[in-house]
């Protein structure tokens, strides 16, 4: 992180300001960890509880749910990620659901 960190902050920082487009999305799973959300306006938190992530690591990685749990431990709890959100896309239902969630987020965000 000490290596990556910095670089990637910087990368961030000149997508913002070479950006034409009043919106301009970061996709970061360890944001609010590493503290780099505080330099955004907003979050989006995609959510999903915690027993359904185990579900989704163990599928995604052919994992043991230990393994999958331990995978999870490295991350901060999803519950405590809500308290962060200014916006959070239920993450719980069809893809078709999340995607009508995220279309109706993208008009929010970009007017």
């Known amino acids: 992180n000490a290596i ?15 950006s ?26 995609v959510y999903a509880p915690e027993s359904m992530q185990i579900e ?3 599928k995604r990685d ?3 749910r230990s393994e999958a ?3 999870l431990k490295t991350q901060m709890d999803i519950e405590e990620k809500r308290k962060y959100a200014t916006y959070i896309i239920e993450n719980t239902g069809t893809i078709e659901e999340t995607a009508e969630q995220v279309v ?6 970009s007017t």
């Open 4 to 18: 990556t960190h910095p670089r990637i902050i910087e990368l961030e920082a000149e997508a913002v300001a070479d």
């Open 20 to 45: 034409v487009h009043p919106l301009v999305i970061v996709d970061a799973a360890l944001m609010i960890e590493s503290g780099s959300h505080v330099r955004f306006r907003e979050l989006v938190l």
């Open 56 to 58: 989704r690591v163990m």
């Open 62 to 64: 052919g994992l043991a």
């Open 69 to 71: 749990e331990a995978f």
């Open 104 to 109: 109706r987020l993208h008009e929010v965000l």
